[in-house]
């Protein structure tokens, strides 16, 4: 069984701050995992994805997430929010032969200006 | 922008009325997804298609039936819509399934209210 947790559904920051936004997940297999987006009225949009070629994946919009196997983590990270990043944030993973993505329940960011 | 349409955008129903969602690809991929959206619940899944008339049950099918006689169409039906079937509804599509790298590409959703 495969699933992934965001801790924090609500996460605040300052204009110019680090983002941090987490997630863990729970594998059987070694997993594909991915982080989306989704600005408000729309639908989710890829961030970036781990697909085992490195640790350390950088993604759209200076966004980067470090697959750590020892913590079973994929937390996302940005080192200066912009306003523009206001937005709903889900983890994601798939790694078995279930055909299927499952998705963490979403972390809505606000940046204060 | 992958072309993925969904109609209708914003649909009001009442209790016990049939309701068919459609979702729409241009891209010729072989998956594609029906995923219910709620707050505290994020994405979970309901039906999903690996090809024409093939399709699976998610998470969360209860309530709901799916068709795809072609490629590019997948029709989400609620056969007697109910009040805890108020949700936004997003078709996503991908060329492999789950278990892979892939990259879901999702519609713009559907807001639908059932009074």
């Known amino acids: 069984a495969q699933s992934v947790t965001q801790l924090g559904s609500h996460v605040s920051v300052s204009e110019g701050a680090l983002v941090l936004l987490r997630c863990n997940y729970s594998?059987?297999?070694?997993?594909?995992l991915f982080w989306y987006v989704q600005y408000p009225n729309q639908g989710l949009q890829l961030l970036l994805k781990?697909?085992?070629?490195?640790?350390l994946v950088k993604g759209i919009n200076d966004f980067e997430a470090e697959f750590k196997k020892s913590e079973t983590s994929f937390h996302l990270t940005k080192p200066s929010a912009h306003m523009s990043d206001a937005a709903e944030y889900f983890c994601?993973?798939?790694?078995?032969?279930?055909?299927?993505?499952?998705f963490g329940t979403g972390t809505s960011l606000t940046v204060i200006p | 922008d992958a072309g993925i349409t969904q109609s209708p955008r914003h649909k009001v129903t009442e209790t016990g009325t049939p309701v068919t969602l459609r979702c729409h690809q241009t891209?010729?991929?072989?998956?594609m997804y029906w995923y219910r959206q709620d707050p505290g619940h994020g994405l979970r899944l309901i039906h999903y298609?690996?090809?024409?008339?093939?399709?699976d049950k998610g998470e969360v099918s209860d309530g709901y039936s799916v068709s795809r006689s072609k490629t590019e169409d997948f029709l989400l039906t609620l056969e007697s819509a109910t009040s805890s079937q108020t949700s936004v509804y997003f078709c996503?599509?991908?060329?492999?399934?789950?278990?892979?790298?892939?990259?879901?590409?999702f519609g713009p959703g559907t807001r639908l209210t059932v009074l």
């Open positions: 891209e010729n991929h072989r998956y």
């Open positions: 781990y697909t085992s070629a490195a640790t």
């Open positions: 996503a599509i991908s060329e492999r399934g789950g278990g892979s790298t892939d990259t879901q590409y």
């Open positions: 594998s059987s297999v070694p997993p594909y």
């Open positions: 994601a993973v798939s790694g078995d032969t279930g055909n299927q993505f499952y």
């Open positions: 298609s690996y090809g024409v008339k093939d399709t």
